[in-house]
């Protein structure tokens, strides 16, 4: 059984930053890529950034682009995101996502295996 547990969210002032890991037991980490989404509150889930399974390829949208860092560390099947002069908009539930084949999407679809989420709020 494939288990998806995030941590790492809290509270921050705009600009500060934060650190989210994601930990992914039950399936051989390194052949699926993964994903991180969230969703505001009175929103849709949307993509924040996606990373190849051996972590050679990574992607963001684009507000998030050139502040957030996505990386993995396949040898401890862990997955983080850095997150950089985080925005007010930036608020949201933070899901680690696990994807069913090793090149990363945007796509809700590709990724079976999700995590419960964890809350990123960023105040002025």
């Known amino acids: 059984q494939v288990q998806v547990v995030e941590s790492g969210g809290g509270s921050v002032q705009v600009g500060g930053s934060l650190t989210l890991s994601c930990g992914v037991s039950?399936?051989?980490?390194?052949?699926?890529?993964m994903a991180w989404f969230r969703q505001a509150p009175g929103e849709e889930r949307e993509w924040v950034a996606a990373?190849?399974?051996?972590?050679?390829?990574?992607y963001y949208t684009p507000p998030v682009n050139g502040r957030f860092a996505i990386s993995r560390d396949n040898a401890h099947n862990i997955m983080t995101l850095l997150m950089n002069d985080l925005k007010p908009e930036d608020t949201a539930l933070y899901y680690c996502a696990a994807s069913s084949i090793a090149t990363p999407t945007a796509s809700e679809g590709s990724y079976a295996h999700w995590g419960q989420g964890t809350q990123v709020t960023v105040s002025s």
């Open positions: 990373i190849s399974s051996t972590g050679a390829n990574v």
């Open positions: 039950g399936r051989t980490f390194g052949n699926y890529a």
